[in-house]
């Protein structure tokens, strides 16, 4: 087991503007309201917060599920907030927001796995700031074409969902979920909406293969993803259920993963030590027009 205490010097970061920092943290305390950069031990916090950005996430802050790489609380959820998609709007208004990303816990307690709250955060926003440009980031609603149609009809800018790991490693690093189930997803929400962009994001160094990732990017192309985002898997807890680093991926192999994506047909990959899915999300979402129009 690598010693994760020492992180290679590439993970070095600069000091964020605290003060910032601090006046985002009151903002969500005041409201209510949860992000996963706080939820999942996000890496990148600080710069994020720093510069007035967050990722919002819906319907509580305990998951029904036991992802072993992710630091959300698993347990029973609270009630779902019906004003909940109000304040997220507000809140977008108030930090002055070109670009957002809403994702959530898993809700398979909920009928509608929790995507009437996307759908009804989507409209809300839509409401408020009609110029702004909305990302959702869910977890499968099970795959099931009726739950995806509640978000798609909502009209997202990107819909994203997150393959996570190679085919091998899934059940693995995913207990509860399913390879090829993220894949009916990423396919449903193209046939539901060609319109819509999809995006999906992959872990690294977990002990897949080279052979593995380029299989990943093969499957979701095959599937309709059009972004693509890979970072180095960070171990949340020295606890049983967290998974260990195998090792650490060095920056030079993230931009040969950049390279192999674009050539293979993404219209946008971010791969990094410290990219995550939502990171700098609105880059992905350009690099997109860019390339559709050379």
Known sequence: ??????????????????????????????????????????????????????????????????????????????????????????AVQKLKLRYVVITSVARDDLADEGAGQFAETIREIRNLLPEVKIEILIPDFSARPENLKIATDARPDVFSHNIESVARLSKKVRPQADYERSL??????????????????????????????????????????????????????????????????????????????LEMGFRSVMSGPLVRSSYIAEEGYNECFAVAGK
Not at 44 to 62: P, Q
Not at 196 to 213: A, F, N, Q, W, Y
């Open 1 to 90: 087991m690598l010693d994760t205490q020492k992180l290679p010097p590439w993970f070095k970061q600069e000091i964020p503007d605290m003060e910032k920092v601090r006046a985002m943290k009151n903002m969500f305390r005041e409201t209510g309201l949860h992000t996963v950069c706080e939820s999942a031990h996000c890496p990148n916090i600080g710069e994020c917060w720093g510069r007035g950005t967050a990722t919002f996430m819906i319907l509580g802050d305990v998951c029904t599920r036991a992802c072993r790489f992710c630091a959300i609380v698993s347990g029973r959820p609270l009630s779902v907030d019906n004003s909940e998609p109000e304040n997220v709007a507000r």
């Open 184 to 261: 009916r997803v990423l396919k449903i929400i193209k046939e539901l909406d060609p319109a819509v962009m999809t995006k999906s994001s992959l872990m690294v160094g977990l002990g897949e293969t080279e052979d593995e990732i380029a299989d990943v990017m093969r499957d979701l192309l095959s599937a309709g993803c059009e972004i693509l985002t890979i970072g180095q898997y960070l171990s949340p807890s020295t606890e049983k259920r967290h998974l260990p680093v195998e090792r650490f991926v060095t920056p030079e192999e993230f931009a040969g993963y950049k390279k192999l994506g």
